[in-house]
């Protein structure tokens, strides 16, 4: 058989069973994969990857990102937030809703997915907005291949208002019937409200005090009612950018109890805690914040036993000028996709988490549980070819002036890597290789979640109020 693309030699790593990476050659026909085998002869005029001594990876996918576009391109915009996320070495991004005008009805998903589709250089899948009065627009949302509906219940960037609690159970009610998953933005507003207030009183401007005016129980008690509310309806729940130890201790007790939810956390809650505010400033500014040592520590240990699904980075870029202003008007948000996977290498090579548990938590995860797999996140035959090829050996260092988003903040700026993507392969086509960017803009596609039959578990659903079988 011909194939298109041959990557030849590397080592597969299996995101399910740390006991089965093989090395082996992955043939590759018409954008999928057509062949795994020991060793593939490759016949005249067939592209070879040379992977000899490389891991490949199923192609790495960041399920939260805000790539600001449409409205906010000052900030960043569906082509250099993707550019920048290849030569991170992603395949795959999941787009959220806050945008200008929020992704919350089937007008603005078709205008997102158009621009979106034009610019973007590997695959990505959007968001929409569930707030208190677009209930009536989530078939339609459905119906055009939104991956999962977002709820904001802490006010954050964009304003998008958190539905009251009724009009919240009414939509999830009505998600769980779509098969659907709701995604969370967890925080209490009123409590954070309060501490605010108190913390910006006081006068003082030490950054650390972000983390108590926006205090852990905050997100803890969001995250209850959540969980309640889908033990209520049955509906699949998501917790984004989990930041505490009790958010982490909750989310473990109801998956113990059956409740269906899923979690991820982000690289700033895992490699950074309180004691860098002092030398970061609100570069390391992002709602929820970043906290203690304890907490950084049980969002590994939640990693490590099951209670968060995945890593993701919820790549959240301003301008320079937005993030350089005082502590309370600076804009809160860190940019992440180019960095992510170096610094998860790195803690691979330092034994915090094996390289198979690393493509679980980036590729094989998001892609199950936004509804993907085996498409996307898998070797399986005849799906999506999508790769991450990393080098475990090879050092660098984390350089803003580095980086390709248009604006460069990393709060990672010096952090040392050890391991690094050589490779971003997305349907069978490289777009990034060796630091270079080879694909075009335009290239990615929208990416729809398979039809959710088979995985709505209607067990434990209890119905709301129906007035008209009551007339
Ligand atoms: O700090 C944040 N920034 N948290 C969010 O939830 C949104 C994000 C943004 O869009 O800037
Ligand atoms: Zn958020
Ligand atoms: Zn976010």
């Known amino acids: 058989m011909k194939y298109d693309l041959i990557i030849k030699g590397g080592i597969l790593v299996n995101p399910l069973d740390s006991g089965a990476d093989v090395v082996a050659d992955v043939g590759i026909r018409r954008g999928k994969i057509a062949c795994l085998a020991g060793d593939l002869a490759p016949s005249q005029g067939e592209d070879v990857y040379d992977a000899a001594g490389l891991y490949v990876l199923p192609g790495i996918i960041d399920a939260h990102v805000h790539f600001r576009d449409p409205g ?11 550019a920048a996320a290849a030569y991170g070495g992603l395949t795959m991004v999941a787009d959220m809703p806050n945008t200008v005008p929020a992704t919350a009805g089937v007008r603005d998903f078709r205008e997102k997915a ?26 339609g949302l459905a119906g055009e291949g939104v991956l999962g509906f977002k709820v904001f219940l802490g006010s954050s960037v964009g304003g998008l208002a958190a539905p009251g609690p009724g009009s919240l159970l009414e939509g999830m009610g009505k998600t769980g019937s779509l098969g659907l998953r709701i995604a969370f933005h967890a925080e209490d507003n009123e409590l954070n409200g309060y501490f605010t207030g108190i913390c910006r009183a006081a006068g003082a401007d030490d950054p650390a005090l ?23 309806t049955g509906t699949p729940v998501h917790i984004c950018h989990v930041s505490s130890k009790l958010g982490v201790d909750l989310i473990r007790r109801a998956k113990g109890r059956g409740i269906p939810v899923s979690a991820e956390t982000c690289p700033q809650y895992l490699f950074l805690d309180e004691g860098d505010y002092r030398r970061l400033g609100t570069r390391m500014k992002v709602y929820p914040p970043i906290r203690g040592a304890e907490d950084r520590e049980a969002l590994w240990r939640g990693l490590g036993d099951g209670a968060i699904d995945m890593i993701a980075t919820d790549h959240a870029p301003h301008t320079a000028e937005e993030k350089d202003r ?29 390289l198979n548990d690393y493509a679980r938590l980036a590729s094989a995860a998001p892609a199950r549980i936004w509804g993907l797999y085996p498409q996307k996140g898998s070797f399986a ?50 777009v990034m290789k060796d630091g270079v960017l080879l694909g075009n803009a335009g290239y990615g596609r929208l990416v729809r979640p398979a039809p959710p039959a088979g995985r709505v578990d209607p067990a434990g659903r209890r119905p709301l109020v129906d007035p008209a079988a009551h007339t």
């Open 326 to 354: 005082s502590l309370w008007e600076a804009l809160s948000g860190i940019m992440g996709v180019e960095t992510s996977v170096p610094l998860l290498l790195t803690a691979v090579n330092q034994g915090r988490l094996s």
């Open 381 to 430: 035959l005849n799906t999506d070819a999508d790769f991450t090829i990393v080098d475990m050996n090879r050092a660098g260092v984390i350089r803003n002036g580095d980086l390709h988003s248009k604006n460069n903040s990393s709060p990672f700026e010096g952090f040392r890597t050890l391991g690094s993507p050589r490779a971003a392969i997305v349907r069978g086509r490289i």
């Open 210 to 232: 972000l983390a108590g005016a926006r205090p852990a129980v905050s997100e803890a008690a969001s995250i209850a009612r959540v969980l309640l509310f889908s033990e209520y």
């Open 72 to 82: 906010l391109t000052h900030k960043e915009d569906f082509a250099s937030g993707s």
């Open 114 to 139: 158009g621009i979106a589709g034009g610019k973007s250089y590997i695959d990505f899948g959007l968001f929409a907005a569930m707030t208190g009065d677009n209930v009536g627009e989530l078939e």
